[in-house]
């Protein structure tokens, strides 16, 4: 199957896009070039009517975000272009960024459970970092009582947490990172399900997850290892999947989690293991490139194979993008 549409995009609008030239119209026309029946443009978005948003998500407001749909020009030529977003929720507090009657405005929305990199918001830094963390806020503190306790511990917490990771000494671990990440996807996903705010999305507007079981913001080696785990509970991602199929929810295949061999063949990348699950549960699907410039849209020909190697036709493609 030839993949004619992409719903998973960033233009100028969103906050990490850095490509001066990923405006709407440049995407459009981008999308006509490439063939697309369908496009969505899907800026990061958060309901200000819901509180608990991030500094990040603050100025990225629903009505900041309109400003985008403005911007797509009358001139398609000839492509439907929808308009979307892509909300957030924060698993470890059971957070939707979005409410209902907010998500109607929209033609769809994407709702991502892994953007594990924004520690803290989306899911709380491991055990070990946390304790690393103290640690060095009372060194420092104890060194330069003059900072106080409160400037201390802020600065014990401008270390990124990678770097802590890496700082962390062999008998001060006491996690397993990859496995406390794949703990995480499980249980976000979950909990995502049972939330009422979800419920009430998926029942007024096309609702998607978006790069469903992929933790953002890890190495290869480190997403490998999270896979295994994941995949070492076949029964537990097939319920899931279930449930929200269920709900009439869909899934993003986001073309940047995807990997080919060295032969050019998907067929064991583990997303592909992952969603060839959700299939069989009965989850329908869409395809997005999740790209923040103009350059990275042309990506949605990798597509293609995915699609194949997945066991993705037109049969399972959401209806949104027929
Ligand atoms: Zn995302
Ligand atoms: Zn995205």
């Not at 500094?55 to 020009?73: H, L, N, R, V």
């Not at 892994?114 to 806020?137: C, G, P, Q, W």
């Not at 990506?299 to 049969?315: M, P, S, T, V, W």
Request: glycine residues 8%; contains cysteine.
């Amino acid at each position: 199957m030839r993949v004619t549409h992409d719903l998973h995009t960033h233009t100028l609008f969103s906050s990490c896009c850095y490509d001066p030239e990923a405006t709407v119209r440049a995407f459009v026309d981008k999308a006509h070039e490439l063939g697309h029946t369908v496009f969505g443009i899907s800026n990061h978005l958060w309901d200000e009517k819901v509180p608990g948003a991030s500094g990040w998500y603050k100025g990225q407001t629903i009505d900041y975000g309109f400003e985008a749909s403005y911007a797509i020009p009358a001139d398609t030529h000839g492509v439907k272009i929808l308009f979307g977003t892509e909300t957030e929720y924060c698993g470890m507090t059971d957070n939707l960024g979005m409410l209902p009657e907010t998500a109607a405005r929209f033609d769809y929305v994407l709702i991502p459970h892994t953007h594990t990199h924004m520690k803290n918001f989306v899911i709380a830094e491991n055990a070990d970092v946390k304790a690393y963390r103290s640690r060095l806020s009372a060194a420092i503190e104890e060194k330069f009582p003059e900072l106080g306790h409160d400037v201390a511990s802020r600065m014990a917490g401008t270390l990124r947490y990678q770097e802590v990771k890496a700082l962390l000494k062999d008998d001060e671990k006491t996690v397993d990172d990859e496995k406390y990440l794949a703990d995480f996807c499980f249980s976000s996903f979950e909990s995502l399900m049972k939330n009422p705010n979800f419920a009430g999305v998926a029942a007024k507007v096309p609702t998607f997850i978006a790069h469903p079981f992929w933790a953002c913001g890890e190495t290869r080696q480190e997403i490998e290892r999270v896979f295994s785990f994941l995949l070492a509970e076949r029964d537990r991602l097939y319920a899931d999947f279930e449930t929200c199929a269920s709900f009439g929810v869909g899934l993003d295949v986001n073309i940047g989690t995807y990997r080919a061999d060295e032969n050019g063949s998907y067929g064991d990348d583990p997303m592909v293991a992952v969603m060839r699950i959700a299939k069989d549960a009965g989850c329908k699907f869409i395809f997005g490139t999740d790209s923040h410039s103009v350059k990275g849209l042309e990506n949605i020909r990798r597509g293609d194979a995915i699609a194949e190697a997945i066991g993705i036709g037109e049969k399972e493609l959401a209806d949104i993008v027929k």
